[in-house]
Each structure stands twice: as structure tokens, then as C-alpha cells.
């Protein structure tokens, strides 16, 4: 079955760097997008944009900080999201999920989500 | 676009119906817009794309409605596992918005 799996929860200092992975597996890796989203302790999802898997062009959202990396590497079937100058706003539960775009669009896959906390 | 859902809070019991609203700042095609559910804890599910679609596995007792800026969300009967929070979304090709939440309740 179609299974998304994300790297595990990541502490990190304020200005570092990290970088979360989203292992897919149970079809075609370069067949569908995968989105990212983040939720912030308590709060609602936010909308970090998508990477076309095919090509690897990212598209990330409206407003975005220039902060968020999006990445793929066809050969282990995982996306990537990397997270530079971390801020404490950056401290969220981040989402990676299938996004289907053809004709409708949709997550319709989604992982467990990896917590993400900066502290000093 | 922002998706602005109501009301913020719904406090019903189980068997009873629950109608969910979302309104767009602008016209949005039905094809970019669905709604998900997430449970205390867990990830985001799918439950209807295209205004109206079930997902694959959704009960018939979700329900979704709408065109242009106004869009609803039904479920004619609660049962346990909906007392959760739910999202309308909108996203294409080079945008994407989640409403705010409404929290369903006992």
C-alpha cells in the first residue's frame, strides 16, 4: 500500500540548519508531487508548497520566507524539506503528503509528520 | 486566496448532523478545493476533493456542496471518530490555502 514515511523529530538551535526527509514507497515515486504543511503547536495547517518529483522544480508558497528548501532524489524514492536559519516560529509539526494534480487536485496520502523544535 | 471557515467551534452529540462552512475571498474552481479531517494527534485525512467527491474509503454520511466562494461540508450522522477538526483547502498549481479549522465537539 502507498506509505509515506518521515524522519524522525529534530531539535535545532536557533540559525541552524535542518533537513527532513519523507520516504515514499507502494507506487511511482515520480508519478505524483508530494506537498509539504506545517502546523505550528496548536494552531492550524499552513501551506508550504510542493516539488514536481519529475523534474524536481519546487513551487513553494506566497510569502514563504526563501527559508524552505524542497528537494527529491528519485533514486530512494524521498523528498526532502530543508529548513535554514531556524527561526522559533520554525517550531511545528511538518507534514509531507502525495499531491495528486491531475485534473483535481488533492492530498490524498499523508505522513505521520515530523516534529521540528528550535530552542537554544 | 483566504478560506475562512464557521463557525470556529460546534458542539453537538453523536447521531446528530453537522454543517460546516467555508468561504473563499474569491471565486475558486471546484476541481482545486476538497476538505480534510484530522483527528487529536494524528495527521490530516482526505475526506472529499472537487467540492463533492468522497475519497476512497470515506462513509456516505460525508457530504460536500458549494460552487464559487461558499462550500459546506455535511455529515448527516455523527459517530465517535468525527469529533475532530476539519479543514477546507484550496490549492493548483502555484497557490494553496487551508481555512482556519472548525472544531466539532461533543
Known amino acids: 500500500q502507498v506509505q509515506l514515511v518521515q524522519s524522525g523529530s529534530e531539535v535545532g538551535r536557533p540559525g541552524a540548519s535542518v533537513k527532513l526527509s519523507c520516504k515514499t514507497s507502494?507506487?511511482?515515486?515520480?508519478?505524483?508531487?508530494l506537498a509539504w504543511v506545517r502546523q505550528a503547536p496548536g494552531q492550524g495547517l499552513e501551506w508550504l508548497g510542493w516539488?514536481?518529483?519529475?523534474?524536481?522544480?519546487?513551487s513553494y508558497a506566497q510569502g514563504s520566507t526563501g527559508r524552505l528548501v524542497f528537494s527529491s532524489d528519485t533514486s530512494l524514492n524521498t523528498a526532502y524539506l530543508q529548513i535554514n536559519s531556524l527561526k522559533a516560529e520554525d517550531t511545528a509539526i511538518y507534514y509531507c503528503?502525495?499531491?495528486?494534480?491531475?485534473?483535481?487536485?488533492?492530498?490524498?496520502?499523508w505522513g505521520k509528520g515530523t516534529t521540528v523544535t528550535v530552542s537554544s | 486566496i483566504v478560506l475562512t471557515q464557521s463557525p470556529g467551534t460546534l458542539s453537538l452529540s453523536p447521531g446528530e448532523r453537522a454543517t460546516l462552512s467555508c468561504r473563499a475571498s474569491?471565486?475558486?474552481?471546484?476541481?482545486?478545493f476538497g476538505w480534510y479531517r484530522q483527528n487529536v494527534g494524528q495527521a490530516p485525512r482526505l475526506l472529499i476533493y472537487?467540492?463533492?467527491q468522497r475519497a476512497t474509503g470515506i462513509p456516505d454520511r460525508f457530504s460536500g456542496s458549494g460552487s464559487g466562494t461558499d462550500f459546506t461540508l455535511t455529515i448527516s450522522r455523527l459517530e465517535p471518530e468525527d469529533f475532530a477538526v476539519y479543514y477546507c483547502?484550496?490549492?493548483?498549481?502555484?497557490?494553496?490555502?487551508f481555512g482556519q479549522g472548525t472544531k466539532v465537539e461533543i
Open positions: 503528503a502525495r499531491y495528486f494534480t491531475y485534473y483535481y487536485y488533492y492530498l490524498d496520502v
Open positions: 507502494g507506487y511511482t515515486f515520480t508519478t505524483f508531487a
Open positions: 516539488i514536481n518529483t519529475n523534474t524536481g522544480n519546487p
Open positions: 474569491q471565486n475558486v474552481n471546484n476541481v482545486y
Open positions: 472537487s467540492v463533492s
Open positions: 483547502h484550496h490549492s493548483d498549481d502555484s497557490v494553496g490555502t
